[in-house]
């Protein structure tokens, strides 16, 4: 059975930087099938895609953030990350991490989130 | 950039009842880019159904997902007091946009 599990410091003070890994089991990371992707979701709000990651490290973010993220994947380890610089209180939210399956037309993206973490809520204050 | 909006943001019913919840995108995309997923207080979102109309893995056959170019719906055909709950639509794409969620609840 696939298993995400979120892990990071609930707590960043304002202008640092906020990471998060998600250790994945039950799967291999090291899947063509599959990208492994950051969601959020504002204490009483919608949810809103991040980034995804392949194995292989290629990634791609949601603009509104790219500016301060950065993604990486250990397939060593069976884990990916999630880096977000500068944050503020904006910032304050439940990460989760999932796995989207990956769909193909004229070209590679990711189709629905199967599975997901639990999530873990990251509050930004001083 | 694709903008997801679900209609209404609540909805108020009894158990028993149909439920039928409206995703409408921006501009068109193909009869099966489209998810849906339920989330309860406290966790994590669940698939539900899966390239517009496909249930995900133990989904009852209550739900059922239909649409096609800029309008999709998700239906439940008689709500279990376990289907109170706020269901999110998402595009399938290189920016998989979530609609802002419907809440359903409880009348």
């Known amino acids: 059975q696939v298993q995400l599990q979120e892990s990071g410091p609930g707590l960043v003070k304002p202008s640092q930087t906020l990471s998060l890994t998600c250790t994945v089991s039950?799967?291999?990371?090291?899947?063509?099938?599959?990208?492994w992707s950051w969601v959020r979701q504002h204490p009483g709000k919608g949810l809103e895609w991040i980034g995804y990651i392949f194995y292989s490290g290629s990634t791609y973010y949601n603009p509104s953030l790219a500016s301060r993220v950065t993604m990486s994947v250990d397939t060593s380890k069976e884990q990916f990350s999630l880096k977000l610089s500068y944050v503020t209180d904006a910032d304050t939210a439940f990460y989760f991490c999932a796995r989207a399956v990956r769909g193909f037309t004229s070209g590679w993206y990711p189709r629905e989130y199967d599975y997901w973490g639990q999530g873990i809520l990251v509050t930004v204050s001083s | 950039e694709i903008v997801m909006t679900q209609s209404p943001s609540t909805l108020s019913l009894s158990p028993g009842e149909r439920a039928t919840l409206s995703c409408r995108a921006s501009m068109s995309i193909s009869s099966s880019y489209l998810a849906w997923y339920q989330q309860k207080p406290g966790q994590a979102p669940r698939l539900l159904i899966y390239?517009?109309?496909t249930r995900a893995t133990g989904i009852p056959d209550r739900f059922s997902g239909r649409g096609s170019g800029t309008d999709f719906t998700l239906s439940i055909s008689r709500l279990e007091p376990e289907d109170f709950a706020v269901y999110y639509c998402q595009q399938y794409g290189t920016s998989p946009h979530f609609g802002g969620g419907t809440k359903v609840e409880i009348k």
């Open positions: 390239r517009s109309s």
């Open positions: 039950g799967d291999s990371i090291s899947s063509d099938d599959y990208y």
